[in-house]
């Protein structure tokens, strides 16, 4: 299990650093280049999300008949996440735009929703886990969440890892 998720991770970091060295890459014309980056971070939130689903389908160890009602239960948590991040990279285009001219107030209301989308992918979690338990038993439910928290850790730390902090 452990060389299954040690490689998806790999593929996951590098997923996400392609992504972010593409954004920076220089343009004549911003319209186009803004179009472009939406489009690369669309394609490479597409590649994580099928690259953590076979991490998933690698290390879970289910029947016949819990992959059956597993599988769609995992597909709607997805998409629930996936709405959550769609939020964050929204909070991080707002952010690269206001970098150079941040005022405190914008710091103030980024960090703030940025904590809150945080609390809000935790209380996603907290509601899906007894959804997961109805289909998989709670040791099963425990080593999903563990998957997917350990791969969104790793996925947001490249992610973090390409964005300056705030200059004071």
Same mark, same amino acid.
């Given at each position: ?6 490689? #998806?991770? @790999?593929?996951?970091? @590098?997923?996400?650093?392609? /992504? !972010?060295?593409?954004?920076?890459? %220089? ?12 489009? #690369? ?8 999300? /099928?690259?953590?689903?076979?991490? *998933? ?12 009602? $597993? ?12 709405? =959550? ?6 909070? +991080? ?11 405190? #107030? ?14 809000? *992918?935790?209380?996603?979690? =907290?509601?899906?886990? %007894?959804? !997961? ?10 080593? !999903? $969440?563990?998957?997917?928290?350990? #791969? /969104?850790? +790793? ?14």
């Amino acid at each position: 299990m452990r060389k299954y998720f040690v490689t #998806a991770i @790999c593929l996951l970091t @590098c997923l996400a650093g392609i /992504s !972010f060295a593409q954004q920076q890459a %220089p343009t004549s014309n911003q319209k186009t280049a803004e179009q472009l980056t939406d489009d #690369a971070v669309a394609l490479m939130r597409k590649d994580i999300r /099928s690259q953590k689903k076979q991490l *998933v389908a690698a290390n879970m160890p289910l029947t016949d008949q819990e992959a059956e009602k $597993f599988w769609p239960l995992y597909d709607n948590y997805s998409a629930d996440l996936t709405k =959550l991040n769609d939020s964050r990279y929204a909070l +991080i285009k707002q952010y690269a735009s206001a970098y150079n001219t941040m005022t405190d #107030a914008q710091a103030d209301t980024l960090i703030k929703s940025w904590i809150s989308t945080d609390s809000d *992918v935790a209380q996603l979690r =907290l509601k899906w886990v %007894p959804q !997961f338990e109805k289909v998989i038993s709670p040791k099963k439910t425990a080593l !999903f $969440f563990q998957i997917d928290r350990r #791969a /969104s850790l +790793i996925i947001e730390l490249q992610l973090i890892s390409q964005i300056p902090v705030v200059q004071p």
